[in-house]
């Protein structure tokens, strides 16, 4: 078992920044890899970015490449979303979640292969 605890959110103007993290506890982090996905009113949700269990292999969606940044400290059970140059678009609840894959550089995008889910949280660009 695995419980997650994001935190970050809030309402910013487009072009700021923010930073996700999600707090993970239970079990062996290091054990998973992580995704951030997120959903906005009316639509389904998508990932938005990846990491493998060791840090080293990361996936980003076209929509937030270059501009999003995901990094874990597994010495912290953390996992973070560093999000810059913030656009209207970008709003949404955003959720992390670990998936158990027992390759260390591998990530998953896709949100049904995904164990465990954290509660969210929103983001809200305004313009």
């Known amino acids: 078992q695995v419980q997650l605890v994001e935190s970050g959110g809030g309402l910013v103007q487009a072009g700021a920044s923010l930073r996700l993290d999600c707090a993970a506890s239970?079990?062996?982090?290091?054990?998973?890899?992580m995704g951030w996905f997120r959903q906005a009113p009316g639509k389904e949700r998508e990932v938005v970015a990846a990491?493998?269990?060791?840090?080293?292999?990361?996936y980003y969606s076209d929509s937030v490449k270059g501009r999003f940044t995901i990094s874990r400290d597994n010495a912290e059970n953390t996992v973070y979303l560093q999000m810059n140059s913030l656009k209207r678009e970008d709003t949404a609840i955003y959720y992390c979640?670990?998936?158990?894959?027992?390759?260390?550089?591998?990530?998953?995008?896709?949100?049904?292969?995904?164990?465990?889910w954290g509660q969210g949280t929103q983001v809200t660009v305004s313009s």
């Open positions: 990491i493998s269990r060791n840090g080293y292999n990361t």
């Open positions: 979640a670990a998936r158990f894959l027992s390759g260390v550089y591998m990530f998953d995008v896709a949100s049904a292969r995904y164990d465990y």
């Open positions: 239970g079990s062996t982090f290091s054990s998973f890899a």
